[in-house]
T-cell receptor, first 115, second 117 residues
């Protein structure tokens, strides 16, 4: 089973709709992240959380909100979706005790289309 | 200013040849880490290799090596003996600060590598 899962994997929605993307992990990591990927722009950080009580804005948080329901779950919400939020969304986790490498482990991504 | 610059939007290489993907970075923090990720057409992000700013030797992982030139602030990925399965997007990323600190990654825009048979 995958260590970091994202649901849904694909979603098509309409402008103005509220949508939630969910991320779950079984790695036991405290730190979780949400990124979006746009063609030609790489990945950009939306929000990150270092534990259940710690939520931080990333580079492009406007129009998004998050909820860390538990150590294993981190959800991203678009309160009122707009077409330029059409993108591939990734959740990632990391373990600060992971040594110098401390890589981030990515989920499979959610492809969101806003019409 | 961009913190990670990948100047090659696309690269082509013949199967079995070596290829270098360029990455330059910008930071004033003496402690940082550099990562390369591979993204095949299926979309997942696959970690390839890591170089810490204090590492004395260039990182290697199988056919992947990182040509780390600290003074030039470059961290180029070298793939030896290219295979058709290496065709993918490749992203360079940087973590500023010591491990266990902020942990935020900043990504470059990526290079699309195509391996020709």
């Amino acid at each position: 089973d995958a260590d970091v899962t994202q649901t849904p994997r694909n979603r098509i929605t309409k402008t103005g709709k509220r949508i939630m993307l969910e991320c779950s992990q079984t790695k036991g990591h405290d730190r979780m992240y949400w990124y979006r990927q746009d063609p030609g722009l790489g990945l950009r950080l939306i929000y990150y959380s270092f534990d259940v009580k710690d939520i931080n804005k990333g580079e492009i948080s406007d129009g998004y909100s998050v909820s860390r329901q538990a150590q294993a779950k981190f959800s991203l919400s678009l309160e009122s979706a707009i077409p330029n939020q059409t993108a591939l969304y990734f959740c990632a986790t990391s373990d600060p005790s992971g040594g110098a490498l401390n890589e981030q482990f990515f989920g499979p991504g959610t492809r969101l289309t806003v019409l | 200013a961009q913190k990670i610059t990948q100047t090659q939007p696309g690269m082509f290489v013949q199967e079995k040849e070596a290829v270098t993907l360029d990455c330059t970075y910008d930071t004033s923090d003496p402690s940082y880490g550099l990562f390369w990720y591979k993204q095949p057409s299926s979309g997942e992000m696959i970690f390839l290799i890591y170089q810490g700013s204090y590492d004395q030797q260039n990182a290697t992982e199988g056919r992947y090596s990182l040509n780390f030139q600290k003074a030039r602030k470059s961290a180029n990925l070298v793939i030896s003996a290219s295979q058709l399965g290496d065709s993918a997007m490749y992203f360079c990323a940087m973590r500023e600060g010591r491990p266990g600190g902020s942990e935020k990654l900043v990504f470059g825009k990526g290079t699309k590598l195509t391996v020709n048979p």
